[in-house]
């Protein structure tokens, strides 16, 4: 089975570029499901720029994700926000990567596996989304997605990927009850 994940894998193009992404339906239902999931979220209000106010751009970034077998679950659209365009101690005072460093996701396994615990992996979909943003930030609409009005930025409540900003309260509480070595 894992033949078949690596060929399936390796024959698969992954996009790089909206105007490529926009005329496949695959990726154009995965981006509308990304978008109806942020606004869903609450992620932003659609606003005109305030003045002072410089919004960051955003990109699409695409990945198919794949089953143990090498078939196609779906294929994954991702709008991230262009955060390398921020200043430190301009844009924002914090950071926060919601990254595990591989010593620790081997040191968490080997007890696990030691203790005979069962483990379950999972994808949770858009889970540094929730926390809320305590700095005010603004974001130019989306590649497609565009507002009527050429003016209107998106206000941002919540993180986006990306994001530079530390967003306050950003794991769900189910994902915090993990054993201390998994975070």
């Excluded at 690596?6 to 024959?11: C, E, H, Q, V």
């Excluded at 262009?82 to 968490?108: C, H, I, N, W």
């Excluded at 858009?126 to 603004?138: M, Q, R, T, W």
């Excluded at 306050?168 to 009850?177: D, E, M, N, W």
Aim: proline share 5%; net charge negative.
């Amino acid at each position: 089975s894992h033949r078949s994940y690596l060929a399936a894998i390796s024959k698969t193009e992954e996009l790089r570029f909206f105007h490529e992404a926009v005329t496949n339906p695959l990726w154009k239902d995965a981006m509308i499901k990304e978008i109806e999931a942020l606004e869903k979220n609450h992620t932003w209000s659609i606003v005109d720029l305030p003045a002072g106010k410089k919004p960051i751009d955003c990109k699409w970034v695409y990945k198919v994700k794949y089953t143990s077998d090498g078939s196609i679950e779906r294929y994954k659209a991702r709008l991230v926000i262009r955060g390398d365009e921020q200043v430190a101690g301009l844009d924002y005072t914090e950071t926060f990567a919601p990254v595990a460093k591989m010593t620790s996701v081997r040191t968490f396994l080997t007890v696990a596996a030691a203790k005979g615990w069962e483990l379950y992996q999972m994808d949770v979909h858009n889970a540094f989304l929730h926390g809320d943003l305590d700095e005010e930030v603004y974001m130019l609409m989306s590649p497609g997605f565009c507002a009527s009005n050429p003016h209107k930025v998106c206000w941002l409540h919540k993180s986006l990927y990306g994001l530079c900003q530390e967003p306050i309260g950003g794991l769900p509480s189910s994902l915090l009850h993990l054993h201390p070595m998994a975070l």
